[in-house]
Antibody
Framework: QLHLQESGPGPVKPSETLSLTCAVS??????????WGWIRQPPGKGLEWIGS???????YFNPSLKSRVAMSLDTSKNQFSLKLTSLTAADTAVYYC???????????WGRGALVTVSS | EIVLTQSPLSSLVTLGQPASISCRSG???????????LSWLQQRPGQPPRLLIY???NRFSGVPDRFSGSGAGTDFTLKISRVEPEDVGVYYC?????????FGGGTKVEIK
């Protein structure tokens, strides 16, 4: 069973870049068994899939965010990361990291990290 | 992208009674391999989402057997055979047949 834990900056300013990391236990991020991904949820609203990443470097991104998103793996720390550029208030959300056996990476979820974009 | 529409928006259920949630897709969710990659998630108040059902009807590890999924093509259903207090929350359908992953708008289940 995978366990995931997000860590991030909390409040960020408009136009800045968001950086989040997700620490993984119970499995190796360099394993061919798993994909790793991010999903977000604005306060009081529904879920939006951001994208996923495979150990080989294969990525899947939501077209609505693709131009602003980057994901990477850090095998030395068994964690993976999300960068989201050019932030606006609309990016305020709880950001969940997740992992799983399929490309959607949605079987196991972290507890989430609230990111507030405000000047 | 594939649009998922859930109904009802909310459901008030008596403890021990069944509940049913519908998810309709704007296009077929049947993959070329023959499976429909429709999942159901549960989000209890203040908690992250949790996978309940995958590939239409398969219960994820640790999910009680009072939860069941069914459907085909564009119409899918999540059923709770006897609602328990811990079932309160919002339920989302999710399709992983085609990128990007998309979610239904959610159905809130409350106890009468």
């Amino acid at each position: 069973q995978l366990h995931l834990q997000e860590s991030g900056p909390g409040p960020v300013k408009p136009s800045e870049t968001l950086s989040l990391t997700c620490a993984v236990s119970g499995g190796s991020i360099s394993s061919s068994s798993y994909h790793w991904g991010w999903i977000r949820q604005p306060p009081g609203k529904g879920l939006e899939w951001i994208g996923s990443l495979y150990y080989s470097g294969t990525t899947y991104f939501n077209p609505s965010l693709k131009s602003r998103v980057a994901m990477s793996l850090d095998t030395s720390k068994n964690q993976f990361s999300l960068k989201l550029t050019s932030l606006t208030a609309a990016d305020t959300a709880v950001y969940y990291c997740a992992g799983g056996w399929g490309w959607s990476a949605s079987d196991f979820w972290g507890r989430g990290a609230l990111v507030t974009v405000s000047s | 992208e594939i649009v998922l529409t859930q109904s009802p928006l909310s459901s008030l259920v008596t403890l021990g009674q069944p509940a049913s949630i519908s998810c309709r897709s704007g296009q077929t969710l049947v993959h070329s391999g023959g499976n429909a990659y429709l999942s159901w998630l549960q989000q209890r108040p203040g908690q992250p989402p949790r996978l309940l059902i995958y590939k239409t009807s398969n219960r994820f590890s640790g999910v009680p057997d009072r939860f069941s999924g069914s459907g085909a093509g564009t119409d899918f259903t999540l059923k709770i055979s006897r609602v328990e207090p811990e079932d309160v929350g919002v339920y989302y359908c999710m399709q992983v047949t085609q990128s990007p992953v998309t979610f239904g708008g959610g159905t809130k289940v409350e106890i009468k």
